[in-house]
């Protein structure tokens, strides 16, 4: 198993471009999520989903949107870049109710100047 | 405002010593508590966890004291080596299990 995986590693954007961070599971978990960790502070939850075609926000969910049209797939979209949103990102699964550890990936790097 | 706070950026401890990871919280809903570990470049792992129903949780040589009435938490490695060198987060659930809520981190050292 690949586990979680993220694409791109690293991304420069522009202020006001688009992107879309991509996170895939083969895990067969129901659960996903994704965080942003900025420089000496812990990871803060930005959206959540708890199974194909169900998503929700987190405490940090403005300036991005999300969609689960698979159990797979979870991808992450910024639509109008902000310096603010310079971070890394992280995606992670968890099987389901009851399981409570959740799996990362290794994380996207995103500067936006 | 942050719920989970972990107040030391910073610990350094010899190989074969106590290493203690202090971590406390202020919502009294939360009633499951996890350890991750990371590494540089590297997503954070599972490393224990407890459910507010227990005091102590151990495996190995990690073991997680919870302090409800005091809304404390600690990670204890016992001995440390020093391929524990990593950052510690400390995270915090409630109710549902949907959301997860994390320290800021403790970047522990253990010296050779």
């Known amino acids: 198993n690949a586990g979680v995986t993220q694409t791109p590693k690293f991304r420069i954007l522009k202020i006001g471009q688009s992107m879309t961070l991509q996170c895939t599971q083969d895990m067969n978990h129901n659960y996903m999520y994704w965080y942003r960790q900025d420089p000496g502070m812990g990871l803060k939850l930005i959206y959540y989903s708890v199974g194909a075609g169900i998503t929700d926000k987190g405490e940090v969910p403005n300036g991005y949107n999300v969609s689960r049209s698979t159990t797979e797939d979870f991808p992450l979209r910024l639509e109008l870049a902000a310096p603010s949103q310079t971070s890394v990102y992280f995606c992670?699964?968890?099987?389901?109710?009851?399981?409570?550890?959740?799996?990362f990936g290794p994380g996207t790097r995103l500067t936006v100047t | 405002d942050q719920q989970v706070k972990q107040n030391s950026p910073s610990l350094s401890v010899q190989e074969g010593r106590i290493s203690i990871l202090n971590c406390d919280y202020t919502n009294s809903m939360f009633d499951y508590f996890l350890w991750y570990k990371k590494y540089p470049a590297e997503g954070p792992t599972f490393l224990i966890s407890i459910s507010s129903i227990k005091d102590k949780n151990e495996d190995g040589r990690f073991t997680v004291f919870l302090n409800k009435s005091a809304k404390h938490l600690s990670l204890h490695i016992v001995p440390s080596q020093p391929g524990d060198s990593a950052v510690y987060f400390c995270a915090a659930s409630e109710g549902n299990f949907n959301k997860f809520y994390f320290g800021s981190g403790t970047k522990l050292n253990v010296k050779p």
């Open positions: 992670a699964s968890r099987a389901g109710q009851g399981i409570y550890e959740q799996y």
